[in-house]
C-alpha cells in the first residue's frame, strides 16, 4: 500500500506561485494514476488535476488550466502541482490521491489520499 503526504501549502497573495508536493511511501508509485483534489468545509470534494502513470496524459478542471500544472517524478515517488497566478476562489485544502487505473476525475475512483494541506490565497 502507497501512502501520501502532502507538503508546500501556505499563505500567498493574489497572483503568486506555490508547488505542492505529494510524497509516496511504498514500491508501487509508478502503477498509480495520481490527482489532485481541493474541499472547503461543507463543500464536495472538487477535481484539480490529474496525471498518468508515465507522466504523458494529463487534465485539469476549467478553471484552473493555464494556470495549473501536475507533474510527476517515478524516480522520486513525487507528485508536484504547479499553482500559478493564484486566485482567491483557489482557498482550500489541497489533497493528493492515487488510483491503481487511469487518471480520474471523479474521486470516488481513487484508492488511496493524503492528509491534506492548507492554501490560502489573499486578496
Known amino acids: 500500500q502507497v501512502q501520501l503526504v502532502e507538503t508546500g501549502g501556505g499563505l500567498v497573495q493574489a497572483g503568486g506561485s506555490l508547488r505542492l508536493s505529494c510524497a509516496a511511501s511504498?514500491?508501487?508509485?509508478?502503477?498509480?494514476?495520481m490527482g489532485w483534489f481541493r474541499q472547503a468545509p461543507g463543500k464536495e470534494r472538487e477535481f484539480v488535476a490529474a496525471v498518468s502513470r508515465n507522466g504523458i496524459g494529463t487534465t485539469y478542471t476549467d478553471s484552473v488550466k493555464g494556470r495549473f500544472t501536475i507533474s510527476r517524478d517515478n524516480a522520486k515517488n513525487t507528485v508536484y502541482l504547479q499553482m500559478n497566478s493564484l486566485k482567491p476562489d483557489d482557498t482550500d485544502v489541497y489533497y493528493c490521491?492515487?488510483?491503481?487505473?487511469?487518471?480520474?476525475?471523479?474521486?470516488?475512483?481513487?484508492?488511496?489520499w493524503g492528509q491534506g494541506t492548507q492554501i490560502t490565497v489573499s486578496s
Open positions: 490521491a492515487a488510483r491503481n487505473g487511469f487518471r480520474s476525475t471523479d474521486p470516488k475512483n481513487y484508492d488511496l
Open positions: 511504498g514500491r508501487t508509485f509508478s502503477s498509480y494514476a
